[in-house]
């Protein structure tokens, strides 16, 4: 997609909080280099970072350079805005591996190698700030901010006076210089002039435009988007097993797929501007078809698949979608042993299960008795006989009559064998 006018993209989208005066201006002048920065103190980014991430290639797609700075040297230290503890120290070595894996999960929305004029970059600003002495760091920078400057930011008295307010160190006191820095350095070595982040980096942001003011004797621009939140009040990016991750290691494309699809329709309307590529128009009609048939939940499936192909790519994204039709769907035992150990697990996750020795299974397991006596499915040797009688007995999806014997052929990914009672009544044996 083609953008012409990066502010008026991100207003129509919803994601634009604060604006310095002049910045769409800027913008439209020439090409722009702008940057985000992003925590790597983790090997994986979450869906937290979606929307910087997003900031960045909406701006790479209207002809801008995008950089990507990892925070290596204020990772170290602990953003206070929103956090109550300071963060752990990271080795180098860790740091670096971060940084790569930070890298390849950027490179599925941002282009970093094709060599074109506005091709993104991605810097570190512990390559520049673990050589800077404290002494020179505290005449070169920390002279040109006053405390009472710093005392104002929110993010500041936030942590000063608000409820459990234990005060803040002198290190998270010192952030927004640090933050500031950068911005101060980008400005001078990549032509850096806007800064983009959450509205709650509102502080740290101008902090450095301050500097570039005032020490760069230039002008630096600022725009941040809100934080997402959810119309029931829960936390976004949070599932019940922690963050949703953007690693499948961390998170498995199927539930990244469900998290998206589990979205309530207030949520789905406002997220897939934000977080897709699709344009206005497109939007528009899936609103409205939305809107005439919601239990069709029309946004959330295509939210879903715009956000996972994006993140896990188009083969990810139909195996989610044949996992999410086992529980719901028509699927049959071939798509059931099409899953991975991992993904198996991810969509029989809450389904009571029971253990039984393979050599049992192996041996030819009774029908009967894997329903009632071996696991304990149904209650009764005669609610059994009956259920087969009904035909609502199924093995790996397949139904079965009285007399069926489970056995080795039926064990999917060598351990697992899945009884299904009509349509939502799953029950798991496990081989041990």
Known sequence: MDIKDFVAELQWRGMVHDLMPDTKKHLNEAMRSAYVGFDPTADSLHIGNLVPI???????????????????????????????????????????????????????????????????????????????????????????????????????KNRL??????????????????????????YKNNDCTLQMGGSDQWGNITTGTELIRRIGGGKGYALTCPLITKSDGSKFGKSEGGNVWLDAKRTSPYKFYQYWLNTSDEDAEKHIKIFTFLEKETIDALVEQHKEAPHQRALQKRLAEEVTTSVHGE?????????????????????????????????????PQAEIP????????????????????????????????????????????EGHKVTKADL????????????????LIRGV
């Open 54 to 156: 997003m900031l960045l290639a909406f701006f790479q797609r209207a002809g801008h350079k995008p950089v990507a700075l990892v925070g290596g040297a204020t990772g170290m230290i602990g953003d206070p805005s929103g956090k109550s503890s300071e963060r752990n120290l990271l080795d180098e070595e860790t740091l670096r591996y971060n940084q790569e894996c930070v890298r390849k999960q950027l490179s599925q929305f941002l282009d970093f190698t094709s060599g074109v004029t506005n091709q993104a970059v991605m810097t570190n600003n512990y390559d520049w700030m673990k050589e800077f002495s404290f002494l020179d760091f505290i005449r070169d920078v920390g002279k040109h901010i006053t405390v009472n400057y710093m005392m104002a930011k929110d993010s500041v």
């Open 161 to 186: 006076t608000g409820e459990n307010a234990d005060g803040m160190s002198f290190t998270e006191f010192t952030y927004q210089l640090v933050q500031g820095y950068d911005f101060l350095h980008l």
């Open 412 to 427: 999917m990914n060598d351990q697992f064998v899945l009884l299904q009672r009509g349509k939502r009544n799953y029950f």
């Open 315 to 351: 083969e990810a994204l139909q195996n989610a979608i044949a996992a999410s039709e086992i529980l719901f769907g028509k699927s049959t035992s071939t798509d059931l042993k099409k899953l991975d150990t991992e993904t198996f697990l991810d969509v029989f996750e809450g389904v």
């Open 358 to 401: 393979l050599s049992e299974i192996e041996s030819g397991l009774d029908i009967i008795g894997a329903l009632a006596e071996k696991t304990g499915f149904l209650k009764s040797n005669g609610e059994a006989r009956r259920a087969l009688k009904e035909n609502s007995i199924a093995v790996n999806k397949e139904k079965v009559k």
